[in-house]
């Protein structure tokens, strides 16, 4: 009998064991088929578009202003999670992080100078940073949304980063500061003011949450957050509007927001998200797209410009980004050729 369990162990243990060898070689696999434009990208002040894109999984940092070969290109493991030019486009910040993320994943981050073309270490963190930003201000500050923890909070869904807050770090004087203990549960879109100290991100309005049912039915808002007195935060979209708010660009000189928002349902069941504007002074909503896709990721560029992501196949496996532009009126909209 124990000879039996034994084998029956053994089988087990085997069987095991190469099943925990397939999972790892398909996700290698999974890792290396990855091709084509993410949906990561900046603009800089003169119209220089820099974007992410894999090769056999690779990540690689690309400018649309140099040749077809990657300025970086990092480890199939790794990815590239965010980047952002400098205010004079000499430099870039990205984000560098495992593919596979877990509770001890960490964060790097990394500037590269446009003009020597060379590649040098920032800081790094223990936690997931999701997002960077220079302060249009101080080309040494860069603002970044560092998240808590990595799980997931529901049995349903997937483990995510959460517990969001806003840190910056001084490239000088390599220090870092945390301006806010909101601890959200999602945060995105961070922007800087180019006038005083203050910052703009989208994060849901669940100040009066107290049920489920309270949460359930909060809306996604974009926030101004004085970084001085946090808790005097205000929320710039239309305080009373029945839908979720989630990518944006702040227009200070129009007193205007560009954001994404669900336009309509295609025939496929699949919802299409459209950009539009809103006057917070005349409270005036706009649709600026009608492109029934998925239009995300508003960026002011040169000469007024705005530029802005599509993805033809939103709601497939493999996505299909492409960069768009318009007038900020959402004339003139036209897809960016490479």
Not at 318 to 334: E, S, W
Request: aromatic share 12%; proline share 4%.
């Amino acid at each position: 009998m124990n000879k039996s369990f034994g084998f029956v162990y053994g089988l087990i243990g085997l069987v095991t064991g190469v099943l925990i060898v397939m999972g790892v070689v398909f996700h290698k696999e999974d890792n290396e088929k990855q091709q084509g434009l993410t949906g990561v990208y900046d603009v800089s002040a003169d119209g220089i578009i820099a974007h992410v894109e894999f090769e056999d999984g690779k990540a690689g940092l690309y400018f649309s202003d140099k040749n077809e070969q990657p300025a970086v290109q990092l480890p199939v493991d790794q990815a590239i999670v965010d980047i952002s030019f400098s205010e004079d486009g000499n430099t870039l910040a990205y984000i560098v992080s495992d593919k596979e993320l877990d509770s001890a994943s960490g964060s790097a981050v990394r500037l590269f100078d446009v003009k020597s073309r060379t590649d040098q270490l920032a800081f790094t963190v223990p936690d997931l940073i999701t997002e960077v930003v220079f302060d249009p201000k101080d080309s040494n500050r860069l603002f970044y949304l560092q998240s808590g923890v990595y799980t997931n909070y529901s049995p349903i869904a997937g483990k995510r980063p959460h517990d969001f807050d806003v840190h910056s770090y001084h490239l000088v004087e390599e220090t870092q500061t945390k301006y806010t203990d909101l601890k959200k549960y999602h945060m995105q879109s961070l922007q800087v003011s180019a006038t005083d100290e203050t910052i703009f991100v989208q994060m849901d309005d669940d100040e009066e949450v107290e049920t489920a049912e309270d949460v359930f039915v909060s809306k996604q808002r974009i926030f101004q957050i004085p970084l001085a007195a946090p808790d005097e935060k205000i929320i710039i979209s239309n305080p009373t509007g029945q839908e979720d708010v989630f990518d944006f660009l702040v227009l200070p000189e129009r007193d205007e927001l560009i954001y994404q928002a669900v336009g309509g349902t295609g025939a496929n069941g699949v919802f299409e998200y459209e950009l539009f504007s809103y006057n917070w002074k005349t409270q005036e909503t706009k649709q600026l797209t009608r492109l029934k896709e998925y239009a995300a990721k508003p960026i002011r560029g040169a000469d007024d410009q705005i530029y802005f992501l599509v993805d033809r196949r939103f709601g497939e496996r493999n996505p299909d980004y492409r960069h768009y532009q318009m007038n900020v009126d959402g004339k003139d909209v036209t897809e960016i050729q490479k």
